[in-house]
């Protein structure tokens, strides 16, 4: 057909112009907390430049511990806008369900490369690890070591 063009339509893609469409519509409820895709997509653009900050490279993975909620969902945009990939750890998978019901772990070759963890915190809210703290997939916090 003449005169039409493709482009293709990435989950980045898709929230960046969701935000300029439609960006003082509601994106997010999360129990008090509420964000239009334009507030989603700023959030999302500062977690991107975060990471870049702290030194992820495109092709990079980056663990998130979170429970369901507007942070995971700003990692999963936030983080392959920094062309990095997200690697989302379920906090509700009990011990028996891992496989062979072990503990989970992981190796690495050379020291462990956490960085501080970029998202910023909701003014007034209880600082918790795995939003306000240090890396949660920091040995000192009780999670498994990154690998590069």
Same mark, same amino acid.
């Given at each position: ?18 935000? =300029?469409?439609?960006?003082? +519509? !509601?994106?997010?409820?999360? #129990?008090? @907390? /509420?964000? &239009?895709? =334009?507030?989603?997509?700023? +959030? !999302?653009?500062?977690?991107? #430049?975060? @990471? /870049?900050? &702290? ?5 990079? +993975? !980056? ?23 997200l690697v989302p750890m379920?906090?509700r998978l009990s011990r ?53």
């Amino acid at each position: 057909m003449p005169g039409l063009s493709f482009e293709p339509l990435t989950p980045t893609s898709f929230l960046e112009r969701s935000a =300029a469409v439609f960006a003082r +519509r !509601v994106a997010v409820v999360d #129990g008090e @907390l /509420a964000f &239009t895709y =334009a507030e989603l997509w700023e +959030r !999302v653009r500062r977690l991107a #430049g975060g @990471l /870049a900050a &702290t030194g992820v490279r495109p092709g990079d +993975r !980056v663990a998130a511990l979170s429970a369901n909620g507007h942070l995971l969902l700003e990692a999963t945009f936030g983080v392959p806008a920094a062309g990095a990939v997200l690697v989302p750890m379920n906090i509700r998978l009990s011990r028996a369900g891992r496989p062979g019901g072990r503990r989970a772990s992981s190796t690495t070759t050379g020291a462990p490369t956490c960085r501080p963890w970029p998202w910023p915190c909701t003014p007034g809210s209880t600082p918790r690890a795995a939003t306000c703290g240090p890396c949660p997939c920091s040995t000192a916090t009780g999670g498994p070591s990154p690998g590069r």
